[in-house]
C-alpha cells in the first residue's frame, strides 16, 4: 500500500540533520536525545516529525519521542499569559513581581523558583514572557485559576490527564506530561488567533477546522511579546 505523508522530504532531512549537530555540541550535558516536529501554522500539516537523532547517538533511538509524554517545563508559560491579558487582568506593560513566593495551596507552601534561581525584582509582563521566568508565570496563574487554564489548554489541544486543581499553580511551569506534538500545536493555535484545529499526516489533507480557543487579542499580544 502506498500511504502519502504531508511530510516535506528536504525539511525532513534538515530537521534531523539539526538535530543530531545540536546533540553532538551538548555532549556532556547530560542531554541524550531530542525530537522535532515542524507544523504548518495555516494547514496543520506534519512538514517534519524526527522522533528521536537516530540509532548512532540515541540510547533510545526506537521511543518517538514527539509523542512521548513529558514535562516541558517553561514552554507552557505563555498560555497563563494569554488568559491573563483575555480576561483582562493583565497587559503587556503590567508589572509582575519576580520575587522569592510562598503561595499557600490544600497540600502547604507551593514555592516556585526560577531556573537560574535569582529574581529581578518588578519586570513587566512582556519582559517576564520574554526571559521565560518562573516566578511571574506562576504570580499570573493565581490570577486565572488553575482549573480554568486548564480548561483553556484542553481548548488548545493539551489532553490533560487530571483538573487543573490537581495540578495546581505548578500548572503553568509544565507540571502536566504532554507531548511534543500537542505543546507544537498549541503553539499553531496561538498563531492562529488563538483558534485550535488539528494536525494533518497525511495527503490529501482535508481543510483545517478552527475552533476559538484564546482570545485573538490575547493572542496577538503574546506573539508580539514572544
Same mark, same amino acid.
Given at each position: 500500500?502506498?500511504?502519502?505523508?504531508?511530510?516535506?522530504? +528536504?525539511?525532513?532531512?534538515?530537521?534531523?540533520?539539526?538535530?543530531?549537530?545540536?546533540?553532538?555540541?551538548?555532549?556532556?550535558?547530560?542531554?541524550? #536525545?531530542?525530537?522535532?516536529?515542524?507544523? &504548518?501554522?495555516?494547514?496543520?500539516?506534519?512538514?517534519?516529525?524526527?522522533?528521536?537523532?537516530?540509532?548512532?547517538?540515541?540510547?533510545?533511538?526506537?521511543?518517538?519521542?514527539?509523542?512521548?509524554?513529558?514535562? +516541558?517545563?517553561?514552554?507552557?508559560?505563555?498560555?497563563?499569559? =494569554?488568559?491573563?491579558?483575555?480576561?483582562?487582568?493583565?497587559?503587556?506593560?503590567?508589572?509582575?513581581? &519576580?520575587?522569592?513566593?510562598?503561595?499557600?495551596?490544600?497540600?502547604?507552601?507551593?514555592?516556585?523558583?526560577?531556573?537560574?534561581?535569582?529574581?529581578?525584582?518588578?519586570?513587566?509582563?512582556?519582559?517576564?514572557?520574554?526571559?521565560?521566568?518562573?516566578?511571574?508565570?506562576?504570580?499570573?496563574?493565581?490570577?486565572?485559576?488553575?482549573?480554568?487554564?486548564?480548561?483553556?489548554?484542553?481548548?488548545?489541544?493539551?489532553?490533560?490527564?487530571?483538573?487543573? #486543581?490537581?495540578?495546581?499553580?505548578?500548572?503553568?511551569?509544565?507540571?502536566?506530561?504532554?507531548?511534543?506534538?500537542?505543546?507544537?500545536?498549541?503553539?499553531?493555535?496561538?498563531?492562529?488567533?488563538?483558534?485550535?484545529?488539528?494536525?494533518?499526516?497525511?495527503?490529501? =489533507?482535508?481543510?483545517?477546522?478552527?475552533?476559538?480557543?484564546?482570545?485573538?487579542? =490575547?493572542?496577538?499580544?503574546?506573539?508580539?511579546?514572544?
Amino acid at each position: 500500500a502506498e500511504v502519502r505523508t504531508t511530510l516535506r522530504a +528536504p525539511l525532513q532531512r534538515f530537521a534531523l540533520t539539526a538535530l543530531q549537530r545540536q546533540l553532538r555540541e551538548l555532549r556532556g550535558r547530560n542531554v541524550e #536525545d531530542g525530537a522535532v516536529v515542524v507544523l &504548518d501554522n495555516a494547514s496543520g500539516e506534519v512538514l517534519a516529525w524526527v522522533g528521536s537523532s537516530g540509532d548512532a547517538l540515541s540510547r533510545a533511538f526506537e521511543v518517538d519521542g514527539v509523542l512521548a509524554q513529558r514535562q +516541558p517545563v517553561s514552554p507552557p508559560n505563555p498560555f497563563p499569559c =494569554a488568559q491573563a491579558l483575555a480576561q483582562p487582568r493583565l497587559t503587556a506593560a503590567s508589572l509582575l513581581d &519576580d520575587w522569592a513566593a510562598q503561595i499557600s495551596t490544600a497540600a502547604g507552601l507551593y514555592i516556585p523558583q526560577n531556573y537560574d534561581r535569582h529574581f529581578k525584582g518588578p519586570v513587566s509582563a512582556r519582559s517576564a514572557l520574554g526571559a521565560s521566568l518562573n516566578v511571574p508565570a506562576v504570580r499570573t496563574l493565581v490570577m486565572v485559576g488553575p482549573e480554568p487554564f486548564a480548561r483553556q489548554l484542553r481548548a488548545s489541544g493539551i489532553e490533560l490527564c487530571e483538573n487543573g #486543581d490537581y495540578y495546581g499553580y505548578s500548572l503553568a511551569l509544565g507540571s502536566a506530561e504532554v507531548s511534543l506534538l500537542q505543546l507544537t500545536n498549541a503553539y499553531r493555535t496561538l498563531a492562529n488567533g488563538g483558534r485550535f484545529s488539528s494536525v494533518a499526516q497525511r495527503l490529501p =489533507a482535508p481543510s483545517p477546522v478552527f475552533t476559538p480557543a484564546v482570545g485573538a487579542r =490575547a493572542s496577538f499580544i503574546v506573539g508580539d511579546m514572544l
